[in-house]
C-alpha cells in the first residue's frame, strides 16, 4: 500500500503506550547497569547460573545453530538487513518509515557501541565468539529488537510481532550459548533495543504529524485552529470526493 503520510489519523493510541514502554525500558537499563557497576562488572549470581546452564547444553548441532543469528546478526549482517528494509519501504513510498528504521538502527548503534567500549566488562573466558572487553550490553540483541519492535509498530501485524519475539529470544539465546556474553548483557541489550525503538517511533511520529499539520494550516490559513487531524487538501485513494458517485 502506497504511504499517503498526510491522510493519516494523527492521534494513534499507541503513542502514549510506546512512550510510557520505552522510559520504563530506559529506567530498567540504567538500573541493570548500576547493578553491574556495583558488583564491579563481575558476573552476577543468575549469569553464572544461566552461563552454567548453557555450558551443561553445548552440542556440535546447538554450536551451528548458535553461529546463525550470530552471523545474521553482526556488523555486515544487519547492514545488509537494514538497507533492503529501508530500500523496501522506499520502493512503497513509504518514506517516513523509512526514515524511522533508519534512524532507530544508528541511535542503537551510537549509544550502544561507545558505551560497551567504555564499560569494558569482560566477557565469559570461555567465549567461542568475540573476546574483546565489549560485552555489556549486547549489541546483537540491542540492534534485533530494535528491528523488531520498528517493524511490529510500524507494520502492525501480530505475526510481525510473534516473529520479531522469536528472533529476539533466538539471538539472546545465541549470544549466551557461544558463552559471547552474560544473560545480564542480553536483557541490558534487550532493554535498549526496546527503548531505542519505542522512543525512536514516537519523536518520528509527532514530527511527521507537527509536518502534516503546519501543511494543513497552510493550505488553510483561514482555520489556523484545525485540529491535530489528517489536512483537508488531500484524501485517501479510496475515499470519494464530495458529489462524485463512489468507485
Known sequence: MTERADTRDARDGRRPIALTVGVVAAVAFVMLR????????????????????MLRSLTDAGIVVAWVPA???????????????????LWR????????????????????????????????????????ATSFPSGHTAVA??????????????HVWVLGGGWVLLMMW?????????????????????????????A?????????????????PSHPDLPHTAPLDTAPLDTPTKGSPPS
Open 93 to 132: 513510498r513509504r518514506r517516513w518509515d523509512a526514515a524511522t528504521v533508519a534512524a532507530a538502527m544508528v541511535v542503537v548503534v551510537a549509544i550502544g557501541a561507545p558505551m560497551a567500549a567504555i564499560i569494558a566488562r569482560t566477557r565469559p573466558s570461555d567465549s567461542l565468539a568475540e573476546r574483546m
Open 145 to 158: 529488537t530494535t528491528v523488531a519492535v520498528i517493524l511490529g509498530l510500524l507494520l502492525r501485524r501480530w
Open 34 to 53: 548500576v547493578v553491574v557497576a556495583i558488583g564491579a562488572h563481575e558476573p552476577l549470581a543468575v549469569d553464572v547460573w544461566w552461563h552454567d546452564l
Open 174 to 202: 545465541s549470544r549466551t550459548y557461544l558463552q559471547a556474553h552474560w544473560l545480564s548483557d542480553v536483557v541490558a541489550g534487550l532493554l535498549e533495543g526496546v527503548a531505542v525503538a519505542t522512543l525512536v517511533w514516537v
Open 204 to 220: 518520528v511520529e509527532t514530527v511527521r504529524d507537527r509536518r502534516g499539520l503546519r501543511r494543513a494550516q497552510t493550505a488553510h
Open 71 to 89: 552471523i545474521v546478526g553482526g556488523t555486515l549482517g544487519m547492514i545488509v538487513v537494514g538497507v533492503v528494509i529501508i530500500a523496501l519501504f
